[in-house]
């Protein structure tokens, strides 16, 4: 850290997205007017880049805590305007950006330095980034919340280590600015999180935390299927060849399998046990989460189409398999082995 005599401080801005409940945060050395912006969403580029305009910012980044599945990115458009580089943990895997930071990297901003913490968890590439007595946590801690571990190579444990040990271990007085808030705070402080924080508050263990996880039961975000493809390209462009589709209804698979194309690989992605009660003949079992051991067995097949019990599986599946550069995937959504059951297509046991 440069000790310059300066009067003028950083400034930080909070901004809030509506639609996704998502803080975006400019960050301004008031000295040289260098800022960055953290987590920009692409409906408030107007306002973001009026605010960047007025305070006559020269916008040296676009910083991004991790690949977002409930909005889609400003980052590169933000590029595109401004000229600012776009910034992402090297874990996350983004191609097409400026600059790849790994754990402990630092990004000067004039007078000010922005040091990367790598905190996977909420998904593999998260990254959260400290500033004078500040930390920008995207995700992975919330306001007496964290970010939830069930998607995109999310781990409970990665994240259980990524707060207790890194955050928790900053100063106490250090600022948390969260990507999210869904209740109206705005900011905490790492001694409150360490004493309030229902989930990972109180030296909360990893086993009650792992209890905590797993029993979360919330619904996908909205986006996810439209943001996550969109944030590999910054935000500008969907990969064009990628066919992934997620609107498939049960009758439309039970056509495919009669089909019985061995080009064609279906994917039941319940447990063991609900897959040995009965399952689409001829199916394969491959159970949510256990998607990266069988990435070279998909390769082999033209196409993929999963089913689970009710659709919310498949789908998250499907997301995970599109991230690990798989395309011509089909989900079953908002249906699943009970319509097949209902419907009287044929049982394998
Ligand atoms: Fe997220």
Known sequence: MTTLSCTKPL????FFDRDSCTYTYLLVDTNSHQGAIIDGVKEQLARDLQSIEQLGIELLYAIETHVHADHVSSAGLIRQKTGAQIVYSKAAGIKSIDIELNDGDILPLGQYQIKAIKTPGHTTGCMSFY????VFTGDTLLIRGCGRTDFQQGSTEALYSSVTD???????ETLVYPGHDYNGNTCSTIDEEIKWNPRLGKKKSLIEFINIMDNLNLALPKKINEAVPANEGCGIHVKANAYVHDDFSISALYEIWQQKDP?????DNRSKEEYQQGHVPNSQNIPLGTEPDYLAYFKKFKHIYIYCHSGRRSQTALTNLAM???ENISCVSHSGFDD???LGYPIAR
């Open 340 to 342: 097949w059951k209902a």
């Open 324 to 326: 690990m550069g798989l």
């Open 11 to 14: 400034s930080i801005r909070q």
């Open 263 to 267: 080009d064609n690989l279906i994917v």
């Open 131 to 134: 500033i004078e007595n500040s």
């Open 166 to 172: 890194k955050l928790f271990n900053l100063p106490g």
